[in-house]
């Protein structure tokens, strides 16, 4: 006979953690997000899957405005979660075995993670895109949290209001600042950075027994780049 499943709240684990970044409001008696052992998750009558959601019971406004809070939040977090998975388990494996695993490219894996290690966790705003991250992640840190700050601090609008700033705006400002007339700089940088990574990807899919060397090559050229940085 099945065991009982284990219900654990995201809420109590976190002891009241969630209530500031979910907006979970408990005094409401609206039910903190359930994560159930067997891979599902719930906010109140709505059931997760992974192709949509399901109803099990009686849906109360609450939950539904719940689970479109909670939505939101993922939605501009994904990439950080999985730019830290892939960090966080670099000593198990390498990126292009992260890709396969969860079905992303390696290039998306990339940059993920190349994002996620170079903004620090503490510095990053939440009601900021990633990409507006993705923008400063080549500065010091200082340069990162006041170009952050100045992007969400935005413009004052006719009303009083402030809009933040846009990812192109913010990146129109740094080039400003750092006189850049060519504003193609960046772009034909990641670019070339990206085709490099697909051929590397394509030479090592063609040559598996090559996979390791290849890796060690790149590691010790990264390390001497770094080397050379610190001169």
Partial sequence: MAGKRDTTKIQ???DGVVDDDLNFDTRNNVRALDVIA???IRTGAFLWTPVGLQIEGEITRDDWEETGRVLKRIEGSLQWLIGDWVNYGLDWGDREEFANAIGFSVQTIYEYAKVAKAVDFRIRIPNLTFGHHQVVKSHSIED???WLGA????????DGTRKSWSIDRLRKEIQKVEGRSDTKKQSTLDEWIDNSLALIHRVIKKNPRKRNA????????ADRLEQESKK
Avoid: H, P
């Avoid at 992007?151 to 006719?158: F, I, M, Q, R, T």
């Fill in 214 to 221: 290849i890796i060690l090559m790149l590691r010790e050229w």
């Fill in 12 to 14: 109590d684990l976190f």
């Fill in 144 to 146: 990162q949290e006041y």
């Fill in 38 to 40: 067997a891979q599902e």
């Fill in 151 to 158: 992007a969400l601090e935005g413009d004052e609008l006719k």
